[in-house]
């Protein structure tokens, strides 16, 4: 990481200075430092040195402010402390970078009064906060608590039960302590059945959020995308942001994301997913995702990832059985369905994009990737390959490292609306408030080095979106003046604690409304003279909307979030076992799409239609199971605001 230089004897222009001041090292309270804070970052150098050291704010997670950490000011301690905690990039021994979490402290003792060096600490605290938040600040910018921003608030779902059941350990070891220091507010509801977060967002009203954030896999967030879409006002409820964390099996949207940006996966992927997603929210930034709405001969659905047919169907559901394994249940399921090699015959229409060579783009994309192996901070992006009107994806080769420790968790049955007030400089500091989903535990402990015992709510919210506490004793809510038992609340439980995985998003019949969808003729009629159609035996079948249907499988290397196109591979019968295993080691690296040949096809479409003839089997919907049989569907450009970088 480059370092920012203030001699100017280069011919260079010096960074604008905002707030400059000396402070002490925290624990050496004899080494002192110049500390200046620029609009890119903040650099401190040892007095009477010339060796400066950087904190780009593009790696900046959160500052805070604090008092002693065991003891209250006296006369002789009248300090206060300034604590700033960032994920550089590191360079690894042999190859790629990996984000190390560091957390820096500084004492604030200017003053021989306590409140006065208070004052200055959060002088600092709001300058930093508002630079995170994307505001801009000069030198002559009064900085006082009216420029703070105001404090995200997110509605947290969280299945405990997604992926290998470890998502509640992921979220309360490496999530919530990033949380804790971009100073976010949650509210976290469990998901306790399957269709829970479909009734969560359906009918709560959701104007308290600044966002809907899933840690699970895709399946609860095809869960949301449909609970919205499911409401009258789903014009104005679809434009909530939407973020998610990998606590699932597949991971496609997650890996998706980090592909875009250049965020490696196979490691740590919790933590620099939560980097990611929170960088974007202290901004607000978000970036379109173009959504499909897929008709099946009773219903409706809308998805953003995948649909597919044939053997990547039958190794999704069928590899259910190797949950246990997470994302490994892929390798093991391709293989079992690899053994008995399937046949699916029917007829694939899709309407095309004219002009758009999808093999020719590929390659283009896969060229570029190859040059872009520089890591670099997120401060920097890079244009990629213009597909189908623009591209836009930095490639930053990180990896996060250990989160916050010395966080403490305990539910609790109460939700409130999420308070937008700043922090306070006491016990309050560093720590969310205690009218939002999450507050800090009133010990006289402050917080200097980073342990925080943080307590967090797990919200109760009925299938009606009414807010309850939930009565342990006798499993009944109590919601006012009336009680009601826990099976309003899920016709399939009689406990809060279900013993059974709640797979994300059974059959859930509901009211659909949404866009309309002109280029879908009735699913009873034929499609238009300038579709195309294709009627033979088919090995496998995938269209989808974005880069990976799930961890390591590259499924579609020129599909972006918002290109308003639909890409669609298939394979159809001549394709021999070994041809196959050759065809999925590839899917990692993206290469597979040139292997198809004549048997079969990577191409570009806005709409299709697939009608099997082969008897009952398996498709799915983002990774879940729908009705089988004649189904349609079409891409809805941009409708979905993701939470994403989009600097």
Not at 37 to 55: D, K, N, W
Not at 281 to 300: F, I, N
Not at 558 to 578: E, N, T
Not at 631 to 638: I, P, T, W
């Amino acid at each position: 990481m480059a370092e920012l230089q203030y001699s100017q004897t280069d011919g260079t222009t010096a960074p604008e200075v905002l707030l400059e001041d000396v402070f002490a090292a925290f624990r050496r309270g004899n080494l002192r430092y110049t500390v200046r804070l620029t609009p890119e970052a903040i650099v401190y150098v040892v007095l009477g040195s010339q060796q400066e050291r950087t904190l780009a704010l593009a790696d900046v997670l959160g500052c805070h402010t604090s008092v002693s950490l065991r003891r209250k000011p006296t006369q002789g301690n009248q300090s206060a402390f300034l604590c700033i905690y960032s994920y550089p990039l590191k360079r690894k021994l042999l190859s790629g970078s990996v984000r190390s979490r560091v957390s820096t402290s500084f004492r604030v003792d200017r003053f021989d009064n306590y409140e006065q060096n208070c004052e200055l600490a959060e002088k600092w605290r709001i300058a930093v906060r508002c630079l995170l938040a994307g505001q801009t600040l000069t030198a002559e910018t009064d900085i006082t608590p009216s420029l703070l921003p105001v404090r995200p608030a997110l509605l947290v779902l969280l299945n405990p039960y997604g992926g290998q059941g470890k998502a509640r350990q992921y979220f309360d070891d490496q999530v919530m302590p990033m949380m804790a220091e971009a100073d976010v507010s949650i509210s976290v509801v469990t998901t306790e059945y399957s269709g829970h977060a479909f009734d969560v967002v359906q009918s709560t009203d959701l104007s308290a959020w600044g966002g809907i954030v899933v840690v699970s896999g895709d399946g609860v967030l095809y869960e949301v995308v449909n609970g919205l879409m499911s409401r009258p006002d789903w014009e104005q409820a679809i434009k909530i942001p939407l973020g998610i964390l990998p606590a699932g099996s597949g991971n496609g949207l997650c890996y998706s994301i980090n592909y875009a940006l250049g965020e490696p996966f196979e490691e740590d992927r919790m933590v620099h997913s939560t980097f990611v997603l929170l960088k974007a929210t202290m901004k607000g930034h978000t970036r379109p995702l173009d959504l499909m709405s897929v008709d099946t001969a009773s219903e409706r659905r809308y998805a953003f990832l995948s649909f597919q047919w044939g053997f990547s169907a039958d190794v999704d559901i069928e590899s259910e059985r190797y949950r246990y394994l997470g994302g490994s249940r892929f390798l093991f399921g391709s293989l079992h369905n690899l053994m008995k090699l399937r046949l699916y015959r029917g007829k694939l229409s899709f309407l095309p994009v004219k002009d758009v060579d999808a093999l020719k783009q590929a390659r283009q994309v896969l060229s570029q990737n190859k040059l872009e192996v520089k890591p670099r901070s997120m401060s920097h992006s890079s244009s990629a390959v213009a597909i189908n009107g623009g591209r836009d994806d930095a490639r930053i080769r990180t990896r996060s490292a250990s989160a916050l420790n010395g966080f403490h968790c305990m539910d609790n049955e109460r939700l409130e609306t999420p308070s937008q007030e700043s922090t306070s400089l006491d016990a309050k500091l560093m720590s969310f408030s205690t009218e939002n989903g999450v507050h800090l535990s009133t010990s006289e402990e402050g917080h200097v080095n980073g342990n925080v015992n943080t307590v967090y709510e797990t919200t109760k919210l009925t299938a009606d979106g009414v807010v309850g506490n939930m009565n342990s004793e006798n499993g009944h809510y109590k919601n006012g003046d009336s009680d009601f038992i826990g099976a309003a609340v899920s016709t399939n439980q009689n406990n809060s604690k279900s013993s059974q995985p709640c797979p994300a998003s059974g059959h859930r019949p509901h009211h659909v409304y949404g866009p309309p969808s002109p280029l879908l003729p009735p699913l009873d009629q034929p499609v238009p003279a300038d579709w195309v159609t294709i009627e033979t035996d088919f090995v496998t079948m995938i269209i989808q909307s974005i880069s990976h249907i799930s961890e390591g499988y590259f499924s579609s290397p020129c599909s972006s979030f918002d290109d308003g196109v639909l890409f669609l591979s298939f394979l159809k019968s001549g394709v021999s076992r070994r041809q196959m295993l050759k065809f999925m080691g590839k899917m990692a690296e993206g290469t597979q799409v040139f292997d198809f040949g004549s048997d079969g096809g990577y191409v570009c479409c806005k709409a299709f239609r697939v009608e099997p003839v082969t008897p009952p089997g398996l498709m799915t919907l983002d990774g879940e199971k729908i009705e089988y049989g004649p189904v349609q569907g079409q891409v809805h450009h941009g409708v979905i605001n993701l939470i994403m970088p989009n600097d």
